[in-house]
């Protein structure tokens, strides 16, 4: 053997021994300790295959977001997308089994069974395998937050890519390619704007507003019906508070002059 190949295969060594734990820190999977960290919407920026089938699909799409929600199971999440493929928009949802760090998704026919990986701030990124029909193959996919990605980060990616074993070629999206519309989105805003919107036809109003009126106009009137029947009632008990008073005046006073005349008689 040459000591040319031996210099070679020794600095191949050192370099396979430097990488692995280099890439045993870069594919790290995401551990969460529940799912509402990933929940919400992502905006597809960078993707790769290793299937020719796969990648051609990854050269059609040009834009994609997805949308993560909670179900009543903490075990399933609800995963909604938008595709653009070709101009035209591919819109869906199904539900993904989550299993310790491990995901498993039926979209249509085919499967795909992955995990998320650690990744930068605002970023989430899904490696996985997949099968459909005959042909089985990986995808690693970067989604984030704005649809941008922090060109620093994007060494980091490839890295991870390559400690993947993915081709060297990487599809991006360009940014600029409107999303397609998420119908949900829409239904939330116009409930919002409905809960917030007061009556705006007349017919809406005087209903609203009548209901408030008779009940101030009855409670009024028997406001004013309790005052004046009590004023009565304090008039008539004063009334004959003073009839009463002047009957035992008169009746004071006339027993008073009687004794008087009596005795004047009396005395005469």
């Known amino acids: 053997m040459s000591v040319q190949l031996v210099v070679a295969l020794l600095a191949l060594a050192s370099l396979n021994a430097a990488s692995a734990p280099l890439c045993k820190e870069l594919v790290k999977p995401l551990v969460l300790e529940d799912h509402t960290e990933i929940y919400g919407k992502w905006v597809y920026v960078m993707g790769s295959a290793d299937h020719s089938v796969f990648q051609k699909a990854l050269g059609t799409l040009k834009?994609?977001?997805?949308?993560?929600?909670?179900?009543?199971?903490?075990?399933?999440?609800?995963?909604?997308?938008?595709?653009?493929?070709?101009?035209?928009?591919?819109?869906?949802?199904?539900?993904?089994?989550?299993?310790?760090?491990?995901?498993?998704?039926?979209?249509?026919?085919?499967?795909?069974?992955g995990q998320y990986l650690e990744t930068c701030p605002d970023c989430l990124l899904w490696s996985d395998t997949s099968r459909n029909g005959d042909i089985t193959g990986r995808y690693l996919l970067l989604f984030t937050r704005s649809g941008k990605m922090d060109p620093t980060y994007l060494d980091t990616y490839?890295?991870?890519?390559?400690?993947?074993?993915?081709?060297?070629?990487?599809?991006?999206?360009?940014?600029?390619?409107?999303?397609?519309?998420d119908d949900n989105e829409k239904e939330k805003m116009v409930h919002e704007d409905t809960m917030v919107e007061e009556p705006t036809?007349?017919?809406?109003?005087?209903?609203?507003?009548?209901?408030?009126?008779?009940?101030?106009?009855?409670?009024?009137?028997?406001?004013?019906?309790?005052?004046?029947?009590?004023?009565?009632?304090?008039?008539?008990?004063?009334?004959?508070?003073?009839?009463e008073e002047n009957l035992t005046t008169e009746e004071e006073k006339t027993t008073e002059e009687n004794p008087t005349t009596e005795e004047e008689k009396t005395m005469d």
């Open 158 to 181: 490839k890295n991870q890519a390559e400690c993947l074993n993915f081709p060297e070629t990487h599809h991006t999206y360009d940014g600029e390619t409107e999303l397609c519309t």
């Open 63 to 113: 834009s994609s977001w997805i949308d993560l929600s909670a179900t009543s199971d903490h075990q399933v999440v609800t995963l909604r997308w938008g595709d653009r493929i070709d101009g035209k928009c591919v819109v869906g949802a199904t539900n993904a089994t989550i299993s310790g760090t491990t995901s498993t998704v039926h979209i249509h026919l085919s499967e795909h069974k």
């Open 201 to 243: 036809t007349e017919e809406e109003k005087t209903t609203v507003e009548e209901p408030t009126t008779e009940e101030e106009k009855t409670t009024e009137e028997n406001l004013t019906t309790e005052e004046e029947k009590t004023t009565e009632e304090n008039l008539t008990t004063e009334e004959e508070k003073t009839t």
